[in-house]
């Protein structure tokens, strides 16, 4: 079955592809573990040892987190913030507006305020700028701050660190980003990309700056303990922090493998306790009922904490985060749901207007380039997203500012962005740009657009070749109708979280009919799926109902499919079942 539905193109316009099984590895996990063979398949396709099953399926922070000092600059960077909290110096914060500054400014500001210090923070404004900036320096100048830590930024910004550490700044770096050989001349610069760095734990290159951040406030604390300084003062408890590593970790959109998994893991669990404010606060005024997984993070807190960053007040995420009354985290919650509702209006504006210009004109290169001059510089990161669904290309969506443009980009598998925005920058055709393998923002004059256009066109069509780019939906296993039961669906919960490197597992129905199809909310398509021996199972479809696999399902007529989606429980009002969601489908 596997061989002959490999590379079928389905009424979705995907190529299905079966992972590989290793049978004789998942037979010794189903059997070690007593575990379903089709869970244990799925965690041997992922190449985890059998010995290193316990880890994945329980992940703990104990066995998972090394020292944090085995990274570059840590030991210099603790003893530095430990001596300060010692003292009671003035520090200051520079973060980012997105969730992961938001959440690793969060973790600083409070793991501070937990030691007496009152930190100035400073969240730039989009019109600001990414990262460091000379009007955060000149505001702790004026508040008499020496020592300012960065967090999930400065890697790259050469040219105001390295001013303000001439006016006498001493500068802690903590990030994540990309790392070029060439390093800021500050105290300490704490991330885990460095170019020097020994990479002798590969979990630590995958860290979202929360993680970064976490690890240096464990250093920090141990360094304080060790002088002797919580003899006189409560130590903070920092695991109560993990619910914001876990919101910063799923949000930046980091594999979630080995130390990021366990944060994610242990921090939901902190989360589900609702200790913090803020936190529970926006999840209540965000509908959410019941205990947040990490779907809710990423596609329910997420977007309204970027909100705030996007169209409204950058700082509102880390005041929301480190609120200390119920009347002060509801008011700002508010804030952020109306701020949310505006993005989503602008970015249909913009969406539409991007799909209008890739669409009434022939494209020369395998990507989806595109720009404006009244588009909200906010929303460019997003319409990159969703460019990039829709056409699966390498996406660029740039905004025409008076003084510069400002652009962002989500690329698909095998272009890296960090890769080729760094390399553009090092041209000379960019002014500003980093980030990850799959996004990344950048910085340009609009004279140098054209030749970015064919520059970053080049470089992805030189790694993909002239082949027509199809996407792939890789399946997990295939399931029988029988056997989509809530015990199989308790076992796949031992995967999760799900998020990037760990996909939830796509299983396929085989011969399926479509009973009682039916349009549902915002074209959705809900049905009942039965099989040749009898027995029903719900499905959903979510936003098809107008595309050539929506009028499929929807004038099934009795016709054969397979199906491919993912198992879920299905709790609604009680209930104790589990649900099918189509992701596509295929008739026999």
């Known amino acids: 079955m596997s061989e002959e539905l490999n590379n079928a193109k389905s009424l979705g316009g995907n190529l299905w592809k079966f992972i590989p099984e290793n049978e004789r590895q998942a037979e010794l996990i189903s059997q070690r573990y007593n575990l379903p063979y089709l869970v244990s398949k799925i965690i041997a396709s992922k190449g985890i040892p059998v010995d290193k099953v316990p880890s994945f399926i329980e992940p703990k922070l104990q066995n998972l987190m090394p020292d944090p000092c085995c990274l570059k600059d840590m030991k210099k960077a603790a003893v530095r913030i430990a001596s300060a909290i010692i003292a009671g110096e003035k520090i200051g914060i520079i973060g980012d507006y997105d969730v992961d500054g938001a959440t690793s400014t969060s973790v600083m500001r409070m793991f501070l305020e937990n030691n007496g210090i009152v930190p100035a923070v400073h969240i730039p404004e989009r019109e600001e700028g990414y990262g460091p900036s000379r009007l955060a320096f000149d505001e702790f100048a004026a508040q008499g701050i020496n020592l300012v830590i960065t967090v999930d930024c400065g890697t790259t910004a050469f040219d105001v660190l390295e001013e303000a550490a001439a006016r006498g700044f001493e500068i802690i770096v903590l990030d994540h980003h990309e790392a070029e050989v060439k390093l800021p001349k500050v105290s300490a610069v704490v991330n885990p990309k460095r170019l020097d760095e020994a990479n002798d734990y590969d979990d630590l290159k995958y860290l979202a700056a929360v993680g970064v951040v976490f690890m240096t406030i464990v250093a920090v604390n141990r360094d304080l303990r060790e002088k002797g300084y919580y003899q006189r003062k409560t130590e903070p ?7 914001l590593v876990a919101l910063g970790t799923v949000c930046d959109v ?98 539409l207007n991007a799909i209008e210009m890739l669409e009434s004109r022939p494209q020369e290169y395998p990507i989806a380039f595109v720009a404006g001059k009244d588009w909200h510089q906010g929303v460019i990161g997003i319409v990159a997203g969703k460019l ?191 649900q099918f969601i189509i992701d596509d489908a295929r008739r026999i």
């Open 254 to 351: 980091v594999p979630l493998l080995g130390l990021n998994r366990a944060f994610v893991r242990q921090g939901l669990k902190v989360m589900s306790l609702r200790r913090n404010i803020g936190l529970k606060t926006l999840i209540d005024r965000s509908g959410i009922t019941e205990a947040p997984e990490a779907f809710h993070l990423g596609y329910v807190l997420g977007p309204r904490i970027n909100a705030c960053g996007r169209v409204g007040e950058a700082a509102l995420g880390n005041r929301l985060l480190c609120a200390k009354t119920e009347q002060e985290a509801g008011l700002l919650a508010d804030k952020l749901n109306e701020f949310n509702t505006q993005r989503k209006d602008i970015e249909g504006y913009v969406l």
């Open 237 to 243: 408890k920092l695991m109560e922090m993990l619910d």
């Open 388 to 578: 990039k669904e829709r056409y699966n290309l390498p996406s660029f969506v740039m905004s025409i500012e008076a003084d510069e443009v400002k652009g962002s980009a989500r690329s698909i598998p095998g272009i890296d962005l960090g890769a080729l925005v760094m390399s553009a920058k090092e041209k000379g055709i960019l002014t500003k740009g980093g980030g990850h393998t799959m996004a990344a923002g950048f910085s340009l004059n609009e004279d140098k657009i054209e030749e970015f256009r064919r520059f970053a066109g080049e470089y992805v069509q030189n790694r993909l070749g002239n082949e027509e780019i199809i996407p792939v939906i890789e399946i997990d296993g295939q399931l029988d109708l029988a056997g989509a039961t809530v015990s199989l669906a308790d076992s796949l919960a031992l995967l999760e979280p799900y998020g990037a490197g760990n996909s939830e597992p796509k299983l396929m129905l085989h011969r399926v009919r479509i009973n009682k199809p039916a349009i549902v909310g915002s074209g959705h398509v809900r049905c009942f799926l039965s099989g040749d021996n009898g027995g029903s199972l719900k499905a959903m479809a979510f936003r098809i109902a107008d595309t050539e696999l929506g009028n499929a399902l929807l004038n099934a007529s009795g016709s054969l499919f397979d199906v491919v989606g993912v198992l879920r429980k299905d709790n609604w009002q009680g209930r104790n079942s589990v």
